[in-house]
T-cell receptor, first 116, second 112 residues
Framework: GAVVSQHPSRVICKSGTSVKIECRSL??????MFWYRQFPKQSLMLMAT?????????EQGVEKDKFLINHASLTLSTLTVTSAHPEDSSFYIC????????????FGPGTRLLVL | QKEVEQDPGPLSVPEGAIVSLNCTYS??????FMWYRQYSRKGPELLMY????GNKEDGRFTAQVDKSSKYISLFIRDSQPSDSATYLC????????????FGPGTRLSVLP
C-alpha cells in the first residue's frame, strides 16, 4: 500500500514553544491530507483537512491560529502547534488520500507530543 | 445518536478463535467502508475496504457490509496474538471531497 511518513516521531518541548510536525506522502501525490489527534485509549479526532494550494479546513472547536497547517506541495503538509501547552500533549496523526484509489486513506505513523 | 457506533471492548479471545468486530451507522448515504488496525502508539493501518454491500475476503480477514441494516463486520479467522490491536471502522459518502467518519475503535486482545 501507499506510504505516508511523519517527522518527528516523538517530541518533547517546553510550554510556550512551537512545534512543527511534517507529513509526507512518499509514493503518491496527495492533494488532500488530514490531521488527527488521538488521546490515550480514544479514537481519532479529525482536526483539519489540508488542501494543497489553499487554506486548511478546520473542524469545529479546533483553533486555527493555534494549529497552523501548511500544504505547500503535493507531498508535504505541516502542522505547527504554536505556543504549546501541556494540554496539547497528544498523539498527532496525519493521513493522505491516494488519488489512485480515492476510497482509501493512508495514515502516517504518528507523532507523540509531550509538552512540559 | 453518534454517526458511527462501535463497541469499544476490550474484547479478549483465545488464540485460534474467530473474532467478529462490528460497527453500526446511521447515515444510509455511506458507500465506502474501511477497516483499520492500530497497534499501540502507531498510526492506523488499512486492512480492508469495500464498496457498498457485500463481502470481501483477504487471507484470514473477511469484511462484510449490510447496507439494509446499516451494519458492517470484520471477521478474523484463526486469530493470533499479533492480531491484538484496536480495530477502527471507517466510512465515507460517494463523494471524492468528503472525509471519512471513524468509529471509536474496538480493542482486541488475543491470548496465547
Amino acid at each position: 500500500g501507499a506510504v505516508v511518513s511523519q517527522h518527528p516521531s516523538r517530541v518533547i518541548c517546553k510550554s510556550g514553544t512551537s512545534v512543527k510536525i511534517e507529513c509526507r506522502s512518499l509514493d503518491f501525490q496527495a492533494t488532500t491530507m488530514f490531521w488527527y489527534r488521538q488521546f490515550p485509549k480514544q479514537s481519532l479526532m479529525l482536526m483539519a483537512t489540508s488542501n494543497e494550494g489553499s487554506k486548511a479546513t478546520y473542524e469545529q472547536g479546533v483553533e486555527k491560529d493555534k494549529f497552523l497547517i501548511n500544504h505547500a506541495s503535493l507531498t508535504l503538509s505541516t502542522l505547527t502547534v504554536t505556543s504549546a501547552h501541556p494540554e496539547d500533549s497528544s498523539f498527532y496523526i496525519c493521513s493522505a488520500r491516494d488519488p489512485r484509489a480515492s476510497e482509501t486513506q493512508y495514515f502516517g505513523p504518528g507523532t507523540r507530543l509531550l509538552v512540559l | 445518536q453518534k454517526e458511527v457506533e462501535q463497541d469499544p471492548g476490550p474484547l479478549s479471545v483465545p488464540e485460534g478463535a474467530i473474532v467478529s468486530l462490528n460497527c453500526t451507522y446511521s447515515n444510509s448515504a455511506f458507500q465506502y467502508f474501511m477497516w483499520y488496525r492500530q497497534y499501540s502508539r502507531k498510526g492506523p493501518e488499512l486492512l480492508m475496504y469495500t464498496y457498498s454491500s457485500g463481502n470481501k475476503e483477504d487471507g484470514r480477514f473477511t469484511a462484510q457490509v449490510d447496507k439494509s441494516s446499516k451494519y458492517i463486520s470484520l471477521f478474523i479467522r484463526d486469530s493470533q496474538p499479533s492480531d491484538s490491536a484496536t480495530y477502527l471502522c471507517a466510512m465515507r459518502f460517494d463523494n471524492y471531497g468528503q472525509n471519512f467518519v471513524f468509529g471509536p475503535g474496538t480493542r482486541l486482545s488475543v491470548l496465547p
